[in-house]
């Protein structure tokens, strides 16, 4: 059985970085395109970034330019280099295993907060 587990989120100031990390459990990780999200109360889910098994990835238009998607198959996980937070980013961000470039698939984490402050 696939699971993901989140890390790496916390408070941080406007203009600042944090680097969150999906570390997947189950076999076969290098077939397996992964994504971030993000919510915040009240509101949908959204699409951050994904990656491929191939290594295309896919951005949404807030954040381009500013993060990065990643993925190491030797450790199994996938990462979110953020730059250049804003208080806009402020969010639950959830990791996502499967799917293809621009769909999710089935396997979600429970999310790592991220909060920034201007």
């Known amino acids: 059985q696939v699971q993901v587990v989140e890390s790496g989120g916390g408070s941080v100031r406007a203009g600042e970085s944090l680097t969150l990390s999906c570390v997947f459990s189950g076999v076969a990780f290098d077939i397996y395109a992964m994504g971030w999200y993000r919510q915040v109360p009240g509101k949908q889910r959204k699409l951050v970034a994904r990656i491929t098994r191939n290594y295309q990835t896919t951005y949404h238009d807030n954040v381009k330019g500013r993060f990065t998607i990643s993925r190491d198959n030797t450790k199994k996980t996938a990462y979110l280099q953020m730059n250049n937070l804003k208080t806009e980013d402020t969010a639950l961000y959830l990791c996502?295993?499967?799917?293809?470039?621009?769909?999710?698939?089935?396997?979600w984490g429970v999310g790592t907060q991220v909060t920034v402050s201007s």
């Open positions: 996502n295993a499967g799917g293809t470039l621009t769909s999710p698939g089935n396997t």
